[in-house]
């Protein structure tokens, strides 16, 4: 049976309502600090946990609950030799711990914050009653999560007892609650101390964001969780306006469009099909960019992912709302533009807010077999200045600009990957091939007759001169690589006798 709980929270969202309820059904409080102040404002019954100790509360509030009387009362076993130990030591059971933990997360993430600050958020009493509680979920209840609140006032309304299966979900909701508070605190130290980009451990702290109905296929069970320490736009930060739940595509397909449109600066639209895209293309307005990169590929469209880079108008709105999309990313939506979505229920809208600054989040982790492959974010921005020329013919700078274009795209395509660029739109894209030339004759398919006038970009350095070869068969006039293969002559002496211009970058670009 439960008579005596110990209260003690930093969130205290329900903490009036839950302390009634547990009296009235007869339970004694105990409390510390904000938390007894809060309760006994309300008029709810609590022992102030001094009274419990004998011992005041000492160094502002640091040292008040780690004390004998506290923790043998959560501890012990209920047999007949704790028991008569604690009749001996004048020291009541505690059966429900009622506990959260100093806001450190939220200290952590306010601008300017001191490590002074940070460290003194850091709670001790907490976790140690936590994982006390925890241990001896045999006999008491611990909750961390006001969310279970009213789950345990309705158990001990039935029967004044949690259940032995309730008691061990809490148990297990302690500890990850107590895992992910250090976690947060070994990655704040780490990034204070900042000497070791990849530390010898790797603590992650993921909290579910949702159950997916499936994964990649029916068959595969799946959730998405959410990193609660990144800030800035990113798809586990957009807000849902419309459709229905996300789901495991097409949180990948709408991260791949996101992380590719935000490198723009001009209006730019991006679809994604099968987490490579499938038409990209800018402009001077936001409309003719999405028609743009529509007309690229407009059957791999139908069902695609859109991004967009600029707030969502009725014009574009009305564009979109033409065929069948899973669901469209951007900034923001004008409530005209909302409107004309919404009239298709299921089409997913995401709004992420300004695109103008990059997440906090800067690494790439994938799963592996028994492992994590952690790896920097590849965000890196090639600029005209330091690009190196290698032919006898220059780009011109209208070549330069679809260069670039076709780079910054390349980069986002499975590999080995070949984009080709004109006139502010991707015409074609060849993902994925176990060789290159495979990829390139896949672009100059999609490409047909607009592929004379293009340019190419390659995510990697070209073997041998087919590449070069093809390409000038097809009338592409301007190359951009990274360079780097023992054959590099080969190629650009294939460029000076087709008369392609081409330019290293000295970047490679994978993206398996």
Same mark, same amino acid.
């Given at each position: 049976?439960?008579?005596?709980?110990?209260?003690?929270?930093?969130?205290?969202?329900?903490?009036? *309502?839950?302390?009634?309820?547990?009296?009235?059904?007869?339970?004694?409080?105990?409390?510390?600090?904000?938390?007894?102040?809060?309760?006994?404002?309300?008029?709810?019954?609590?022992?102030?946990?001094?009274?419990?100790?004998?011992?005041?509360?000492?160094?502002?509030?640091?040292?008040?609950?780690?004390?004998?009387?506290?923790?043998?009362?959560?501890?012990?076993?209920?047999?007949?030799?704790?028991?008569?130990?604690?009749?001996?030591?004048?020291?009541? +059971?505690?059966?429900?711990?009622?506990?959260?933990?100093?806001?450190?997360?939220?200290?952590?993430?306010?601008?300017?914050?001191?490590?002074?600050?940070?460290?003194?958020?850091?709670?001790?009493?907490?976790?140690?009653?936590?994982?006390?509680?925890?241990?001896?979920?045999?006999?008491?209840?611990?909750?961390?999560?006001?969310?279970?609140?009213?789950?345990?006032?309705?158990?001990?309304?039935?029967?004044?007892?949690?259940?032995?299966?309730?008691?061990?979900?809490?148990?297990?909701?302690?500890?990850?609650?107590?895992?992910?508070?250090?976690?947060?605190?070994?990655?704040?130290?780490?990034?204070?101390?900042?000497?070791?980009?990849?530390? +010898?451990?790797?603590?992650?702290?993921?909290?579910?964001?949702?159950?997916?109905?499936?994964?990649?296929? +029916?068959?595969?069970?799946?959730?998405?969780?959410?990193?609660?320490?990144?800030?800035?736009?990113?798809?586990?930060?957009?807000?849902?306006?419309?459709?229905?739940?996300?789901? &495991?595509?097409?949180?990948?397909?709408?991260?791949?469009?996101?992380?590719?449109?935000? *490198?723009?600066?001009?209006?730019?639209?991006?679809?994604?099909?099968?987490?490579?895209?499938?038409?990209?293309?800018?402009?001077?307005?936001?409309?003719?960019? &999405?028609?743009?990169?529509?007309?690229?590929?407009?059957?791999?469209?139908?069902?695609?992912?859109?991004?967009?880079?600029?707030?969502?108008?009725?014009?574009?709105?009305?564009?979109?709302?033409?065929?069948?999309?899973?669901?469209?990313?951007?900034?923001?939506?004008?409530?005209?533009?909302?409107?004309?979505?919404?009239?298709?229920?299921?089409?997913?809208?995401?709004?992420?807010?300004?695109?103008?600054?990059?997440?906090?989040?800067?690494?790439?982790?994938?799963?592996?077999?028994?492992?994590?492959?952690?790896?920097?974010?590849?965000?890196?921005?090639?600029?005209?200045?330091?690009?190196?020329?290698?032919?006898?013919?220059?780009?011109?700078?209208?070549?330069?600009? *679809?260069?670039?274009?076709?780079?910054?795209?390349?980069?986002?395509?499975?590999?080995?990957?070949?984009?080709?660029?004109?006139?502010?739109?991707?015409?074609?894209?060849?993902?994925?091939?176990?060789?290159?030339?495979?990829?390139?004759?896949?672009?100059?398919?999609?490409?047909?007759?607009?592929?004379?006038?293009?340019?190419?970009?390659?995510?990697?350095?070209?073997?041998?001169?087919?590449?070069?070869?093809?390409?000038?068969?097809?009338?592409?006039?301007?190359?951009?690589?990274?360079?780097?293969?023992?054959?590099?002559?080969?190629?650009?002496?294939?460029?000076?006798?087709?008369?392609?211009?081409?330019?290293?970058?000295?970047?490679?670009?994978?993206?398996?």
């Amino acid at each position: 049976m439960i008579k005596r709980a110990l209260i003690s929270v930093s969130d205290k969202s329900g903490l009036v *309502e839950f302390a009634r309820g547990l009296a009235a059904l007869g339970v004694e409080i105990v409390s510390t600090g904000g938390t007894a102040k809060t309760l006994r404002e309300a008029a709810v019954p609590v022992t102030y946990v001094s009274d419990v100790t004998g011992f005041p509360e000492i160094l502002g509030g640091r040292v008040k609950t780690l004390h004998p009387n506290v923790h043998g009362g959560i501890l012990a076993l209920r047999n007949e030799e704790h028991l008569q130990q604690l009749q001996e030591h004048n020291i009541t +059971p505690i059966d429900l711990v009622v506990v959260n933990l100093y806001p450190f997360r939220e200290t952590i993430a306010k601008p300017g914050v001191t490590l002074v600050d940070a460290i003194e958020n850091i709670d001790i009493g907490g976790p140690t009653m936590v994982r006390a509680a925890a241990k001896n979920h045999a006999y008491v209840g611990i909750v961390v999560n006001p969310d279970r609140y009213g789950q345990v006032l309705e158990a001990l309304q039935q029967d004044g007892k949690l259940g032995e299966s309730l008691r061990l979900e809490l148990a297990r909701e302690a500890f990850a609650h107590t895992a992910s508070y250090d976690t947060a605190i070994a990655n704040y130290l780490s990034g204070v101390i900042g000497k070791e980009e990849f530390q +010898p451990e790797l603590n992650l702290s993921l909290v579910k964001a949702q159950n997916l109905r499936y994964g990649e296929n +029916p068959h595969q069970r799946a959730a998405f969780y959410q990193d609660p320490t990144v800030t800035g736009p990113c798809i586990a930060n957009a807000r849902q306006l419309n459709g229905k739940e996300l789901s &495991y595509n097409n949180i990948l397909d709408a991260n791949s469009a996101l992380e590719l449109v935000r *490198e723009f600066s001009e209006p730019c639209v991006v679809i994604i099909k099968h987490n490579n895209p499938c038409g990209t293309a800018v402009a001077e307005t936001l409309v003719d960019a &999405y028609r743009k990169a529509y007309e690229t590929d407009t059957v791999s469209a139908f069902g695609g992912i859109v991004a967009l880079n600029r707030e969502v108008d009725a014009e574009v709105a009305s564009e979109m709302a033409k065929i069948f999309l899973e669901a469209i990313v951007a900034p923001d939506f004008a409530p005209e533009a909302l409107a004309i979505l919404a009239q298709k229920p299921n089409l997913r809208v995401l709004k992420t807010g300004d695109l103008g600054q990059q997440t906090s989040d800067e690494l790439e982790v994938r799963k592996v077999n028994g492992g994590l492959l952690v790896q920097q974010a590849d965000r890196v921005v090639v600029h005209p200045e330091e690009l190196k020329v290698v032919t006898e013919r220059q780009p011109n700078p209208a070549e330069m600009k *679809e260069l670039l274009l076709a780079m910054t795209v390349v980069k986002h395509v499975k590999s080995n990957a070949i984009v080709l660029a004109k006139e502010g739109q991707i015409i074609g894209v060849g993902a994925g091939q176990m060789n290159r030339v495979g990829s390139a004759r896949i672009a100059y398919q999609q490409a047909g007759e607009k592929a004379p006038g293009s340019v190419l970009a390659s995510d990697a350095f070209f073997p041998f001169r087919d590449t070069v070869d093809e390409a000038a068969k097809f009338g592409i006039t301007a190359i951009i690589q990274p360079g780097g293969s023992i054959r590099d002559e080969e190629s650009i002496k294939a460029c000076n006798e087709h008369g392609i211009a081409m330019v290293f970058t000295g970047i490679r670009h994978f993206k398996h």
